[in-house]
C-alpha cells in the first residue's frame, strides 16, 4: 500500500504504532533473535575491560617474568600474587573489584576466566619469547591501546575464542601504531606483538619493530 501510495488497510492500522516503537528500538544488539547461547561480551566496547593477572602457587622465576610482561601487554591490567588462595576464591574477589577477566598463568598454560558467568578458557602454551630473549632485543614497550587482529577466527567456536582474545583489550585509537595478532592455524594460535612506523609519506612501506612477549 505504501509503495503504491495507497492508505493503510484499516485492519492493520491498528497495530501500526506498536510495531513502528518495536522497529525504532531495535539497535545492534537486537536486530537479530538471540541464541540460546548466552552472549558474555554482549557489551564490550561500551566500558574499557579490567584485567586481573596472576600465577599458579609457587611461580617458578621465568614464569613472574612472563606475568610482569602480560601485564605490560595487555592495558588496564592489574597483577596480584597468588598466595595461597584457590581459584574460585579468586574469582570471588575479581567479581567483587569488578574486574571483567581474571588471566592465571601457570607453567605452560594460561586460563582465561571472563566474569562473572565465564565460560573459561584454557589454553596450552608453547614456544614463549620473553622480551630479554628476543634477538636483536625488544623495541619499547608503548602504553597505546593496540589494535587487534584476528586471523583465522571464522568458525562459531574461532568466533568465540576469538571474543575471549579481543575483549581482552580496549578500544584503541584509529592512529595507534601497536598491533597484537592472534592467527589461528588448525587450532594452534601464534601471537605477535608490535609496533611500526610508516616509511616517509608512503601508506603502504612500514617497518615491524618487535615488542614481545
Known amino acids: 500500500a505504501l509503495s503504491q501510495g495507497k492508505p493503510l488497510p ?5 497495530g501500526y504504532d506498536k510495531l513502528k516503537s518495536e522497529i525504532d528500538a531495535e539497535d545492534a544488539k ?8 548466552d552472549d558474555e561480551y554482549g557489551d564490550a566496547g561500551w566500558n574499557d ?3 586481573c593477572m596472576t600465577t599458579s602457587r609457587a611461580p617458578s622465576s621465568r614464569l613472574k617474568q612472563f606475568a610482569k610482561e602480560m601485564k605490560l601487554l595487555i592495558p588496564n591490567s592489574t597483577r596480584i600474587n597468588r598466595g595461597s588462595h584457590r581459584v574460585d576464591e579468586l574469582v570471588e574477589q575479581c567479581k567483587t573489584s569488578d574486574f571483567n577477566d581474571l588471566v ?12 562473572p558467568l565465564g565460560p573459561t ?21 608503548s602504553e597505546a591501546y593496540p589494535h ?11 568466533r568465540r575464542v576469538g571474543n575471549i582474545l579481543k575483549c581482552l583489550f580496549p578500544v584503541p585509537k584509529l592512529d595507534t601504531r601497536r598491533v597484537v595478532t592472534f592467527s589461528n592455524s588448525d ?5 605477535r606483538h608490535h609496533v611500526y612506523k610508516k616509511e616517509g609519506n ?5 617497518t615491524l619493530y618487535e615488542v614481545g612477549p
Open 121 to 141: 578458557a584454557y589454553f596450552t602454551l608453547s614456544g614463549a619469547v620473553l622480551r630479554h630473549d628476543l634477538e636483536g632485543g625488544a623495541a619499547p614497550m
Open 104 to 115: 592465571v598463568g601457570r607453567a605452560g598454560r594460561a586460563d582465561c576466566l571472563p566474569l
Open 30 to 37: 537486537h536486530d537479530r533473535p538471540a541464541s540460546h547461547v
Open 10 to 14: 484499516t485492519e492493520l492500522r491498528a
Open 187 to 191: 587450532d594452534h594460535i601464534s601471537f
Open 202 to 206: 608512503k601508506e603502504d612501506k612500514v
Open 148 to 158: 587487534v587482529i584476528l586471523n583465522q577466527f571464522q568458525t562459531e567456536l574461532g
Open 49 to 51: 575491560p579490567r584485567v
